[in-house]
């Protein structure tokens, strides 16, 4: 069964003390459109926005991976 996206989104939101995901999209220099889709399930966390994640807040790739699975390469 995969994680939900909302999963990493609604982690971050709580372990950074954010209110909401416009002040997410902000931290991690991103569109608050993308983390809408990402929350609403329209598309997945890129691997763009995992780096952006592991670098702005210091996240292992270890527990980033615990919270959004990486896709699947054809």
């Not at 954010?18 to 993308?34: E, I």
């Amino acid at each position: 069964m995969a994680i939900p996206a909302n999963t990493l989104l609604d982690t971050l939101l709580r372990e950074q003390n954010l209110k909401n995901d416009a002040q997410l999209s902000v931290a991690l220099s991103v569109g608050s459109p993308q983390l809408s889709k990402i929350r609403h399930g329209r598309n997945g966390v890129s691997d763009e926005l995992r780096v952006a994640v592991m670098r702005t807040f210091s996240m292992t790739l270890v527990r980033l991976d615990e919270l959004a699975p990486p896709k699947a390469k054809d």
